[in-house]
């Protein structure tokens, strides 16, 4: 078990340029999730996926915005065109099932200047 | 719709007090999943403990206590004895059927020495 990884750790990047991150779940793991979070705000769910079908996404997840969990193993998480709005730490977590406990990864500070 | 606050976003306190934070939740369903996280400053969050909706017992780990009481909708978290390292923003969130986790803004705690 090494743990939920994400790669960045940081990005910074400036408005209108595209960005993708990465998360690689626990291998055994079903469930992926992306959330969001500002300063001083509790983590914002994005999207989820089983396996590789994507199940829902939030109404933050705008059109710029994009998940793949190609063969159910690792997920990408792609922002288009990034506004200042976007700056925010990305979380991913991954769980076995439905309401087991989620294991976060460290993050991806995003910074649009 | 799931909803979960945390009415407190600061408490301070010194080195071997005790101290409560408070998670009351909102949702229609009867099965329904709690947790409490907590995210040190290095920022990972770390799960805490899971409580099924199902299972009102009341919970001691260490220092940590959980109060589960479903009259009132509240989940709340005591540690006993604080100490520096317990400095962190802890998060109540909440998951039903098989939705993903709906969080509380936080509480932070400061324990001071």
């Known amino acids: 078990d090494t743990g939920v990884s994400q790669d960045p750790r940081h990005k910074i990047t400036k408005r209108g340029q595209n960005v993708t991150f990465r998360c690689d779940p626990i291998?055994?793991?079903?469930?992926l999730y992306w959330y969001r979070q500002t300063l001083g705000q509790g983590p914002e769910f994005l999207t989820y996926?089983?396996?590789?079908?994507?199940?829902?996404k939030s109404r933050l997840l705008s059109d710029r915005f994009s998940a793949e969990r190609p063969k159910g193993s690792f997920s990408t998480l792609e922002i288009q065109r990034t506004e200042q709005g976007d700056s925010a730490m990305y979380l991913c977590a991954s769980s076995l099932n439905s309401g087991e406990k989620l294991f976060f990864g460290s993050g991806t500070q995003l910074s649009v200047l | 719709a799931q909803k979960v606050t945390q009415a407190q976003t600061e408490i301070s306190v010194v080195e071997k007090e005790d101290v409560t934070l408070d998670c009351v939740y909102e949702t229609r369903d009867t099965t329904y999943y709690l947790f409490w996280y907590k995210q040190p400053p290095s920022g990972e969050l770390v799960f805490l403990i899971r409580r099924n909706s199902f299972d009102e017992q009341n919970e001691i780990s260490g220092r940590y206590s959980w109060n589960f009481q479903k009259s009132t909708s509240s989940f709340n978290f005591t540690i006993t004895a604080s100490q520096v390292v317990d400095s962190a923003v802890y998060f109540c969130a909440l998951s039903t059927g098989f939705q993903k986790l709906v969080f509380g803004t936080g509480t932070r705690l400061l324990v001071s020495p």
């Open positions: 291998s055994e793991h079903n469930r």
């Open positions: 996926f089983q396996n590789e079908a994507q199940l829902e």
